[in-house]
Antibody
Framework: QVQLQQSGPGLVKPSQTLSLTCAIS??????????WNWIRQSPSRGLEWLGR?????????HYAVSVKSRITIKPDTSRNQFSLQLDSMTPDDTAVYYC??????????WGQGTRVTVSS | QSVLTQPPSASGTPGQRVTISCSGS????????VNWYQQLPGTAPKVLMY???QRPSGVPDRFSGSKSGTSASLAISGLQSEDEADYYC????????????FGTGTKVTVL
């Protein structure tokens, strides 16, 4: 059974960087068949895919066009986790952020969600 | 990036049949399979249907899915009170480097 445990702050000031981590149990961040995603949800944007990282002989990252200039998703193989870094946060980035596994063209496991508010 | 279009709401009385549509394009639903998620308040979405019409174990058979061209649909037969939730479709889009696109969501109310 795959479990994803998120950690990180719930409050970020405007212009600062959001950093969230997702610890994986029951699978490996280096899996050759899974991809590791960040997704957010807000009333204004609905469910929005932000990006993913995955390993297929080498590491790949793909990001949504809407955040491509300010997002980084990194694997941490020593701790079997992956992280999200989103720079230059604005109130429009206020949302619930989820990490999630893609087990093969299907987001099948989700983290518990982190409610992030951007406010001074 | 595009989204998949769903009706904002659907409703029915217990025992009725409710259908939710999901409209996309040739680069997402037209090329890839559709997955459906059920979201209860305060929780993460849960897989309800995958590969257009496959139910994970534990999902009642009153839920069914289909796909045709660039559209998909989810049907709930024999609506029950516990089916009151938000429902989202999702599909991978092959444009650019590939990205996941979600539906706008449908709130199902059991009257």
């Amino acid at each position: 059974q795959v479990q994803l445990q998120q950690s990180g702050p719930g409050l970020v000031k405007p212009s600062q960087t959001l950093s969230l981590t997702c610890a994986i149990s029951g699978d490996s961040v280096s899996s050759n068949s899974a991809a590791w995603n960040w997704i957010r949800q807000s009333p204004s944007r609905g469910l929005e895919w932000l990006g993913r990282t995955y390993f297929r002989s080498k590491w790949y990252n793909h990001y949504a066009v809407s955040v491509k200039s300010r997002i980084t998703i990194k694997p941490d193989t020593s701790r079997n986790q992956f992280s999200l870094q989103l720079d230059s946060m604005t109130p429009d980035d206020t949302a619930v952020y989820y990490c999630a596994r893609d087990g093969g063209y299907l987001i099948d496991y989700w983290g518990q969600g982190t409610r992030v508010t951007v406010s001074s | 990036q595009s989204v998949l279009t769903q009706p904002p709401s659907a409703s029915g009385t217990p025992g009725q049949r409710v259908t939710i549509s999901c409209s996309g394009s040739s680069s997402n639903i037209g090329k890839n399979t559709v997955n459906w998620y059920q979201q209860l308040p305060g929780t993460a979405p849960k897989v309800l249907m995958y590969s257009n019409s496959q139910r994970p174990s534990g999902v009642p058979d009153r839920f069914s899915g289909s796909k045709s061209g660039t559209s998909a649909s989810l049907a709930i037969s024999g609506l029950q009170s516990e089916d009151e939730a938000d429902y989202y479709c999702a599909a991978w889009d092959d444009s650019l480097n590939g990205f996941l696109v979600f539906g706008t969501g449908t709130k199902v109310t059991v009257l």
